[in-house]
């Protein structure tokens, strides 16, 4: 996905503010080097009516990873979702605060600041629209 589908998707979803956090966490795929995941339950705020839809963002080639959430408790999104990439890098960073609605600057910033990311060479985006049933049911598959 490139860069500029990468800025829609994030103004669509207005930047995932909001939203529930599904899941967080990493994988080894068979053959490859680790990789993360992240699926978040978000409203489409560019399509008709009220949209929720389950979002897939996978990282792959994981470099760092960092998580500090409370378990047994709902995620929801308060300040935003920021993909953002430094150099060869691509950073998914779940509500960090880096200035008013700015992204993080560096890598550093990151790692000062954010309390959930991954960083990583490689980011893939899936969309299952409009899930207004279980989300739980054949996330995988996204």
Not at 15 to 38: I, K, M, R, T, W
Not at 118 to 136: A, F, M, P, S, T
């Amino acid at each position: 996905m490139s860069e500029e589908e990468l800025k829609k998707l994030l103004h669509d979803y207005h930047n995932f503010d909001d939203g529930l956090v599904v899941s967080f966490g990493f994988f080894y795929p068979v053959g490859e080097p680790p990789a993360a995941q992240a699926i978040f339950y978000a409203k489409n705020h560019s399509a008709p009516g009220d949209r929720w839809d389950t979002v897939k963002i996978v990282v792959k080639d994981v470099a760092e990873f960092n998580a500090q959430w409370k378990g047994n408790q709902p995620n929801s999104i308060c300040t935003g979702v920021h993909l953002v990439k430094f150099d060869d890098l691509w950073c998914l960073d779940v509500d960090g605060v880096y200035g008013d609605v700015e992204d993080p600057k560096s890598i550093e910033e990151v790692r000062r600041i954010g309390n959930c990311y991954v960083i990583g060479r490689d980011i893939h985006v899936y969309i299952k629209d409009d899930r207004q049933v279980d989300l739980y049911a054949n996330l995988i598959t996204l």
